[in-house]
């Protein structure tokens, strides 16, 4: 076994899951939309049974705002997700074709036993099944080796809360991969899960015997939940934030830091302009170099009225501020 960042390990790894940890993958979440009611459900209560589309942290109301957030993070791959991403067709295999347009790669998660018409017709590089609460394991097996045959890479994603052996039996046998998820304890499944006795540490659940029945599989990998945040998420967040203007400072963990203006927002351009500097104008504030907040410029704008502070935040679109200090 090979290991990873944060207790990750594989002896297989798909395409998928290298650009996933390169921080390049955009997570596509195409409908909240399911029939299954898994009790270790991730999904929040606010996207839950709704068609709603993000593309990691942004709304999708238009293919232009797909097409920003991939930009936004000179993303190399799309993961499509739900809710169940088989209810809403249409929309998948409209999404998919953008992608490879794009020359993306794309993987998908799906707990429908999909045949080979519909498999072709969606045309992925990877697909992941996931059987709801691990029952049914068996109806998989076509799906795994008709997705085989037309040349997708193939396999399950579970999470580690039990030991199916019909799991390890079908991946060996078609040659599929085998990731297995760390238990994630999230506001939608942190009851659910207490309630079936799993203790929950920070926000994870330790299931390390279960994981090392499944090692059996072949082609296997183990992703854990700080993995998700340590790796994949600040190695996106990093990537976002190269591509916004040089004057944001980066931190390390892929935040970054700036001065907010705040006040009469056409008085701090003015000024801003004037002194030949550069700066993002937003709905309720202006964002310009963290430098600003040590420098004489700082009582000129504040001598105009203008409320200052320096910022730390997530470089995502909602810009969630991380740190704020009025200066
Ligand atoms: S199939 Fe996925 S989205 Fe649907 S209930 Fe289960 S974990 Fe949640």
């Known amino acids: 076994m090979k290991r990873i960042e944060a207790g990750s390990y594989y002896s297989y790894l798909p395409e998928g899951c290298k650009l996933c940890r390169r921080g390049s993958k955009l997570v596509l979440f195409i409908t909240g939309m399911c029939k299954n009611s898994c009790f270790y459900c ?8 709704k068609d709603v589309v993000f593309a990691n942290e942004r709304e999708v109301k238009s293919k232009e705002d797909f097409i920003e957030e ?13 809710g169940e991403p088989m209810l809403r067709l249409n929309r998948l295999i409209e999404f998919v074709k953008l992608s490879k347009a794009l020359d993306l790669h794309v993987h998908i998660y799906t707990s429908i036993p999909v045949k080979r018409k519909l498999l072709e017709k969606i045309k992925v590089d990877e697909i992941r099944f996931h059987p ?19 040349g997708m890479d193939a396999g ?26 760390q238990l994630e304890a999230t506001e939608a499944n ?16 330790e299931t390390d015997e279960i994981v090392k029945l499944y090692e059996r599989a072949n082609k296997f990998h183990y992703c854990t939940a700080r993995f998700k945040d340590s790796a994949q998420f600040r190695r996106r967040l990093i990537r976002i934030a190269m591509n916004l203007p040089d004057f944001y400072l980066v931190t390390r963990d892929g935040t970054v830091l700036c001065t907010r203006i705040e006040g009469d927002l056409e008085k701090a351009e003015k000024i801003l302009r004037m002194k030949g500097l550069e700066y993002q104008r937003f709905e309720d504030c202006i964002e310009a170099s963290p430098e600003i907040a040590e420098g004489k410029l700082k009582e000129v704008l504040k001598a105009e009225g203008l409320k200052l502070a320096l910022v730390e935040r997530y470089p995502t679109v909602n810009r969630t501020i991380i740190e704020l200090m009025w200066i």
Do not use: C, H
């Open 42 to 49: 991730p999904v929040s209560r606010q996207k839950f049974g």
């Open 190 to 205: 942190w009851l659910a899960l207490e309630k079936r006795g799993f203790q929950i540490r920070d926000y994870y659940v």
């Open 156 to 181: 399950f994603e579970i999470p580690a809360f039990s030991y199916e052996e019909k799991i390890v039996t079908i991946v060996n046998k078609f040659d599929a991969f085998l990731n297995v998820n």
């Open 132 to 150: 709801p609460e691990l029952k049914g394991v068996e109806k998989y097996a076509d799906s795994i080796k008709d997705a085989k045959k037309i």
């Open 70 to 82: 991939i930009e936004a993070m000179s993303a190399e791959g799309v993961a499509i997700t739900g």
